[in-house]
């Protein structure tokens, strides 16, 4: 039972243009969201989260969104970079205490 | 800076043998974790402790066992390794017990079971 789900699993953009990666959830109990980055080769790095009680957090280029009615999160990248090339992982956790990751995005970034 | 250390980036091993993998943490974070990522499935989360000597199961604990000694060190252990726990292994460390804490990684361990 996949709780947290990417269901596109790659996308393409062209550098300047805006990067959506998408993630649904399931649990109603999850209540702290994350996005997490990931190079070939190397481990995960935190990205950008957002509280269930906030619709928007922002930093810099990345924007995430949640929108509780609908269990759905969104990352905004803009404007993309090819250095933003990456597989993007959305988590979320609630009291268990586990933080489960969905499947993955693939994103190029075209110069 | 926080850094996950694991003790092996890529290891080759038979079917039926005992398996260590080593995750050393230096920023005294309380809670530590066992991931392994596969193409389409993502980061399943296999086993976590958050104290010294205590563990929990995680999503996909069967064929897995971990160890805690110290605060620092988290190891998997893979009792008698079978070609489907090939895989890459992550480990991190979080420092909110509450798990709403980033999760910081390691460089992850490839394991091969041929």
């Known amino acids: 039972d996949q709780q947290v789900k990417q269901n596109s699993p790659s996308l393409s953009v062209q550098e300047g243009r805006i990067s959506i990666l998408n993630c649904d959830y399931t649990?109603?109990?999850?209540?702290?969201f994350l996005w997490y980055k990931k190079y070939p080769a190397e481990g995960p790095t935190f990205l950008i989260s957002?509280?269930?009680?906030?619709d928007k957090n922002e930093d810099g280029r990345f924007t995430v969104f949640l929108n509780k009615s609908a269990k759905h999160l969104s990352l905004h990248i803009v404007p993309s970079q090819p250095g933003d090339s990456a597989v993007y992982f959305c988590?979320?956790?609630?009291?268990?205490?586990?933080?489960?990751f969905g499947q993955g995005t693939t994103l190029q970034v075209k110069p | 800076d926080v850094k996950v250390t694991q003790s092996s980036r890529y290891l080759v091993k038979r079917t039926g043998e005992k398996v260590f993998l080593e995750c050393v943490q230096d920023?005294?974070?309380?809670?530590m974790f066992w991931y392994r990522q596969d193409p389409g499935l993502g980061l399943r989360l296999i086993y976590f402790?958050?104290?010294?000597?205590?563990?929990e199961k995680g999503d996909i604990p069967e064929g897995y066992s971990v160890s805690r000694e110290k605060k620092e060190r988290f190891s998997l252990i893979l009792e008698s390794a079978s070609t489907n726990q090939t895989s890459m292994y992550l480990c991190?460390?979080?420092?909110?017990?509450?798990?709403?804490?980033?999760?910081?990684f390691g460089e992850g361990s490839r394991l091969t079971v041929l």
């Open positions: 920023m005294d974070h309380e809670n």
């Open positions: 402790s958050y104290d010294v000597k205590m563990k």
């Open positions: 988590a979320a956790t609630g009291n268990t205490g586990k933080l489960i």
């Open positions: 991190a460390s979080s420092v909110t017990s509450g798990g709403t804490g980033e999760l910081f």
């Open positions: 957002i509280s269930s009680i906030k």
């Open positions: 649990n109603s109990m999850f209540d702290y």
